[in-house]
């Protein structure tokens, strides 16, 4: 794909001449659900435009499917993730079929995909093989239905790879969200089709592992992401000269709220996220904005 070709054919909704594109979420949580409206408002209005939310188990997928048929914008995933592999019924692929499945119209903004899935193997108390196998059926699934697939992966890459290799690229693409891995990870990834996508661990200063793996990313596979509610950015002395003059493009500068007060995040602190990207790559913040949003768009609504 070429970026700065497709560039042009990106929507905004705000005058700064570009909007941002939260990779990987997850809205449905019960520490934040009950303030939906309030994150979405906060989302528009910080220059927000494409959220991926993700479910993560069974019990989760009702309340993704719901936040993708009410609100513009949302892109959902449904998938087991490794934490919950012991948590699924017996039925458990058949009701994934289902919510993948739904009639195109049941779904706002787009067609769904397959996340959040994959391998933990920092967590010893989860069976390593059971999340295998889970793994394996559900990108068997997004294989045979030509979707893309958002993956967790800790401590499990040599796994990642001999499965990719023995079930073929994924053809439709992926992203390895909130990547963690080292920089030698990022070509075979690249090759096997995937998209690398940071969360907020970037914006930490010491976080030297992550910002060499940033540095190695081809510009036509970034993507950024928040976790929300997870991984909270690093939010510098706001008082400082210093850090008033790194954070003097946010769109909104009253952008820490209530949830992010009380330790929780969510997809209007994206900013910190491309903030800290646009530093360490040496590039402006509109770039960052633009050239992940146009890469996200090329992933999950080609």
């Not at 309340?63 to 934490?83: D, E, L």
């Not at 903004?109 to 059926?137: M, T, W």
């Not at 995937?194 to 940033?214: A, E, R, W």
Request: aromatic letters at 10%; charged letters at 20%.
């Amino acid at each position: 794909m070429n970026t700065i070709k497709n560039i042009n054919n990106l929507s905004v909704n705000n005058n700064r001449g570009f909007s941002f594109f939260d990779a990987h979420c997850h809205l449905q949580e019960p520490e934040i659900i009950w303030d939906i409206d309030g994150i979405i408002s906060r989302w528009k209005e910080n220059s927000g435009n494409t959220i991926v939310c993700c479910g993560t188990k069974e019990s989760d997928w009702q309340a993704v499917a719901h936040i993708a048929s009410t609100y513009n914008n949302i892109i959902p995933c449904f998938g087991v993730h490794p934490w919950f592999v012991e948590d699924v019924s017996e039925k458990w692929f058949y009701d994934l079929e289902k919510y993948i499945n739904l009639q195109s119209n049941y779904y706002k903004y787009s067609k769904p995909f397959i996340g959040e899935i994959g391998l933990d193997h920092v967590l010893k108390n989860i069976d390593k093989k059971k999340q295998e196998i889970i793994f394996k059926a559900q990108l068997g699934m997004a294989k045979e239905l030509h979707i893309p697939v958002s993956i967790h992966i800790r401590k499990g890459w040599d796994i990642l790879i001999k499965i990719i290799k023995h079930i073929g690229p994924i053809c439709d693409g992926g992203v390895i969200h909130s990547y963690s891995g080292s920089a030698d990870m990022i070509p075979i990834l690249e090759k096997y089709g995937f998209y690398i996508s940071f969360s907020g661990s970037v914006t930490h200063p010491n976080n030297k592992k992550v910002q060499k793996s940033l540095k190695k990313v081809s510009p036509e596979r970034l993507l950024i992401e928040t976790d929300s509610p997870a991984i909270l950015p690093y939010y510098p002395d706001l008082e400082s000269e210093n850090q008033k003059s790194i954070y003097s493009d946010s769109p909104n500068p009253k952008w820490t709220t209530k949830l992010f007060q009380i330790g929780l995040n969510e997809p209007c602190n994206i900013f910190m996220v491309a903030t800290a990207i646009s530093k360490i790559l040496g590039i402006s913040l509109s770039e960052v904005a633009l050239r992940t949003a146009c890469n996200g768009k090329e992933l999950f609504l080609k």
